[in-house]
């Protein structure tokens, strides 16, 4: 009984592994890529713009500060 209820187990969880896998990220060049899960997110992780020359041009901001910027443009669900 043990055995059987382990090998059932098993199929299930195997099954449920093929069926939760995404599809391969195919890159096109090394800085280009095809289905990449966290696509979405890529322009707001990677902020193209260089930090100010003078120093004293940055401000100083607190979590409240942080708290009250705007959300970003793109509403849909964040990968898990």
């Not at 195919?26 to 696509?39: A, I, L, W």
């Not at 930090?51 to 990968?79: E, K, L, N, Y």
Request: proline share 11%; net charge negative; with cysteine.
């Amino acid at each position: 009984m043990m055995r059987a209820t382990f090998a059932v187990t098993a199929v299930v969880l195997l099954y449920c592994m093929a069926a939760a896998t995404s599809p391969p990220v195919t890159f096109e060049s090394p800085c280009e890529c095809r289905d990449n899960h966290g696509e979405h997110r890529w322009a707001v992780k990677n902020d193209p713009s260089t930090p100010p020359v003078d120093a004293s041009a940055i401000q100083a901001v607190t979590p409240s500060d942080v708290f009250s910027w705007p959300g970003p443009a793109d509403t849909r669900a964040v990968d898990g």
